[in-house]
């Protein structure tokens, strides 16, 4: 976990130095109850990238918007797009 926390970290400050903004998305943890790794809201917190903590996880847990175990299908990759897309306008990047 702390090798992935330093490469989330790293990987924002390479777009951050290039004036990119950065929106997170929290990944769950690998266990049997969904919710975001720590970590995330740890590098949100010291990045200043805007998170999105429980998202994939709340998808991932409604089997109604999974086409497997690990990833969304139509319905939930579209409301991730939905949720980044309010994210965006609500920092006012759109």
Do not use: C, W
């Amino acid at each position: 976990m702390k090798q992935l926390k330093n490469n989330i970290q790293a990987m924002i400050r390479l777009a951050v130095n290039q004036n990119i903004s950065v929106i997170l998305l929290g990944a769950p943890r690998p266990e049997i109850f969904l919710s975001s790794a720590d970590l995330y809201e740890e590098i949100a917190e010291s990045t200043g990238a805007l998170l999105i903590e429980d998202l994939i996880p709340d998808i991932l847990g409604n089997n109604s918007l999974q086409s497997d175990a690990a990833h969304p299908n139509k319905e939930g990759y579209r409301m991730i797009a939905e949720r980044i897309t309010e994210t965006l306008e609500y920092a006012g990047a759109i």
